[in-house]
């Protein structure tokens, strides 16, 4: 598989890696028709894990037998970023905030390192751990969405049913070995006070950022209506990437618009 580069800027398509038995998922940039579907569907009463599914089933992706809710939370959370790059490009760093001083942090982001951490699985079979007096599964979507319906326990009892005293901490361990992306914790010390800093990658929040950025699809729309004249299945069908740049455009000739209107 040829290494993804979000670097290279939105509009690109990204292939990845998924652990086994999914193979390669593709990812193609968000369209305006794909940001009005999610729109449309965006409520207050979906569980992070149900937005991120849904996310994923919008249309951006081929492969990986379209099974968003069976893959892996490190997988999601890969995909979700090469949304965010493919659509929107990628974010160069991340902010953290002490909490002691409230001093700002910038901290340098390397997504193209994260896009290619295959996790090492496996995916929806169990395994023995613990000199195999255990079995436990690496969690999914699915099992995400069923814990936060069904409070606390539920992950352990669909992970590491019939498990003992120390399975939270035996699951919590394979997960951060074998599906590393599933959480991505940032720390440092504060430059101002040299309290620990400590944060953690959500690329459900940074994608849904940039969703909703201008006022989301529909102000965007709006505006280069307005402007342009083109109807909405044409400024639908843009993708998200190149709204923008028309946008851009706009924003950046409306100086000089103003300034020639006064001489």
């Not at 729109?39 to 937005?51: D, M, T, V, W």
């Not at 991340?94 to 390192?113: K, Y």
């Not at 326990?153 to 074998?178: D, F, K, M, Q, W």
């Not at 959500?202 to 950025?213: F, S």
Request: negative net charge; charged residues 20%.
């Amino acid at each position: 598989m040829s290494r993804p580069d979000p670097q290279g800027g939105p509009g690109e398509t990204l292939t990845l890696e998924l652990a086994a038995p999914f193979g390669c998922v593709t990812v193609t940039p968000i369209t305006g028709a794909q940001e009005m579907w999610l729109a449309a569907r965006r409520g207050g009463l979906l569980s992070a894990a149900a937005l991120e599914t849904m996310i994923l089933s919008a249309g951006m992706l081929r492969g990986g037998g379209d099974t968003p809710g069976a893959w892996l939370v490190g997988d999601r959370n890969r995909l979700l970023l090469a949304v965010l790059c493919a659509g929107y490009g990628a974010p160069e760093e991340l902010w953290l905030r002490c909490p002691d001083c409230g001093e700002i942090h910038e901290v340098p982001l390397d997504l193209a390192s994260l896009l290619v951490r295959v996790p090492a699985g496996p995916a929806g079979k169990s395994f023995s751990v613990e000199e195999e007096t255990m079995q436990i599964r690496l969690p999914t979507g699915d099992d995400l969405c069923a814990a936060t319906a069904g409070g606390a326990g539920t992950l352990l009892s669909r992970c590491a049913p019939g498990a003992g005293e120390g399975a939270a901490e035996v699951l919590e361990a394979e997960i951060a070995a074998r599906d590393p992306l599933a959480e991505v914790r940032v720390a440092l010390a504060c430059v101002g006070c040299g309290a620990a800093v400590t944060g953690r990658l959500d690329p459900l929040a940074l994608l849904l950022t940039e969703i909703d950025r201008g006022g989301g699809v529909l102000a965007e729309i709006d505006r280069l209506a307005r402007v342009y004249r083109w109807s909405e299945a044409e400024l639908l069908a843009l993708p998200a990437w190149r709204r923008r740049l028309y946008l851009t455009h706009l924003a950046e000739a409306a100086p000089s618009e103003a300034a020639r209107a006064l001489s």
